[in-house]
């Protein structure tokens, strides 16, 4: 069996799933597709958009700690005095009053500091936001491309049990007419049984693969488009992993937030000293009083008649002034949380060492990940020449007597495996490559559409749940 007859298989294969599922195949999505779904429903990067604009009106709050404060009051009176014993008439007076207060913070290290503090955790958040979405184009490619391996191992899968099936009904027309032994029969029917789980585990596999895409988009897709075969094998530039671990230490965007998360504990510091530090704040106050009504009367005070008159009032006050305020002792509670900060700065500063080294350790494996998948897959090219070599020397020994059916079906599934590998190998390398960009933040969507020029629209996968 040559690698024509292999090509034809798989072919064959595809083209009779496609012709039973074509009622209920939609038009293949693309990556960009996806992506562009997933940028749209993606519950991960909508929360993380969610954070950052809640982190903006934080902002905002800490901002107006530093700004005036206008407060406008009023208030409506209605004081009834009436003495029973005294028989006196009762005297009602009716008012109105009217206040402005604004304060301004002159001086207050707290609030200014509180406010530094909310910019960085800003920044932070639009950091982290960049990351999300430098994270979902890596999710999406590893879903779509783990479709096509499941996909890729289903057609092997399939094109390995229709081989042995024909093989099993060779190997029974030759014990049929005296030629081989009953065992080889055997052999070839426990190739096929096993063949026939194998196929079913990798249509399981496959219908996973189209579940965790769902899971991004929230969209529910049957079958999806394959990548070119000559799609093509770039080394790494600059070809040095040092190069590579400099530029994530300068650009990647989770390390960078780390880094304000840092800063933000150092300006927490700063918030809970001022806590010893004064007060000033500028204020003025205006203030209206209305009384309108004006009334007399004899009330009786302790036995003793007392004439009381009530005039007409309309007062207005206007104060202003500056406050000072020093704390002098709190029961030690400012100086606790000083410390408790400093040890925060610590811990802070600790984690973002750690955060620089596991990256360094990550961006330099992902740059010998991407140098070993070039590597393997010219190694891979090679073992699809040399298994297809090897089975058709196999199958014409199997002819002459000198070799097995076992023989004969351990070399057809070294082929399928050849095959198979040679496909992993080179979704290996593109997703291997998108995370060493990811992890340098050279990441972008434009990597995307990259990647969708050397996808084959007019050539699918095959639909879930066949």
């Not at 009217?98 to 950091?127: M, R």
């Not at 020449?385 to 199958?395: D, G, N, Q, Y």
């Amino acid at each position: 069996m040559d690698s024509k007859n292999i090509k034809a298989q798989l072919a064959s294969v595809l083209l009779a799933c496609g012709l039973l599922s074509i009622a209920s195949i939609t038009q293949a999505e693309t990556l960009s597709d996806i992506y562009n779904s997933a940028l749209d429903n993606d519950p991960e990067i909508r929360a993380a958009g969610a954070v950052l604009k809640g982190q903006k009106e934080v902002t905002r709050q800490a901002l107006g700690g530093l700004l005036p404060q206008i407060g406008f009051s009023v208030s409506s009176t209605h004081t009834n005095f009436e003495n029973k014993a005294s028989n006196s008439a009762p005297v009602t007076i009716m008012g109105t009053s009217y206040g402005l207060d604004l304060a301004q913070p002159l001086f207050n290290a707290s609030t200014w500091f509180s406010y530094k503090q909310a910019q960085t955790i800003d920044y932070k958040a639009e950091l982290d936001f960049s990351a999300a979405q430098q994270d979902l184009i890596v999710r999406v490619a590893v879903s779509y491309f783990q479709i096509l391996r499941a996909n890729d191992a289903l057609l092997a899968a399939q094109a390995e049990e229709a081989a042995i099936k024909r093989q099993l009904e060779q190997t029974k027309q030759r014990f049929d007419v005296g030629l081989i032994a009953i065992t080889d029969v055997h052999e070839a029917q426990a190739a096929f049984d096993l063949s026939q789980v194998g196929r079913i585990r990798t249509q399981n596999q496959l219908d996973i693969a189209y579940e965790a895409i769902q899971a991004i988009t929230g969209q529910q897709y049957s079958s999806i488009s394959t990548v070119k075969p000559d799609y093509p094998i770039n080394k790494p530039q600059p070809a040095d992993p040092q190069a590579w671990a400099d530029n994530a230490l300068a650009g990647n965007f989770v390390l960078r937030g780390i880094e304000q998360a840092v800063e933000a504990a150092r300006q927490n510091i700063k918030i809970k000293k001022s806590g010893h530090l004064p007060v000033v704040t500028l204020f003025g106050q205006y203030q209206a009083d209305d009384n309108d009504d004006a009334s007399s009367s004899v009330i009786n005070f302790g036995g003793t008649p007392t004439a009381v008159s009530f005039a007409p009032t309309d007062q207005v006050s206007k104060t202003a002034g500056i406050s000072l305020t020093l704390p002098i002792y709190s029961g030690g509670i400012t100086y606790a949380a000083s410390k408790q900060a400093t040890h925060q700065l610590t811990e802070a500063q600790e984690n973002y060492t750690l955060a620089q080294r596991k990256l360094v350790q990550q961006t330099r494996s992902l740059y010998s990940l991407v140098v070993t998948d070039i590597l393997r897959i010219k190694a891979r090219k090679q073992a699809i020449v040399s298994t297809e070599s090897a089975l058709k020397a196999t199958e014409v020994g199997y002819d002459v007597g000198t070799r097995n059916i076992v023989d004969v079906l351990q070399s057809q599934r070294a082929v399928y495996r050849a095959s198979r590998d040679y496909d992993n190998a080179r979704y290996d390398y593109v997703i291997h490559m998108l995370q060493l960009k990811q992890a340098t933040g050279q990441i972008s969507p434009e990597d995307i559409i990259n990647i969708n020029q050397w996808i084959d629209p007019a050539k699918n996968t095959q639909s879930k749940g066949i």
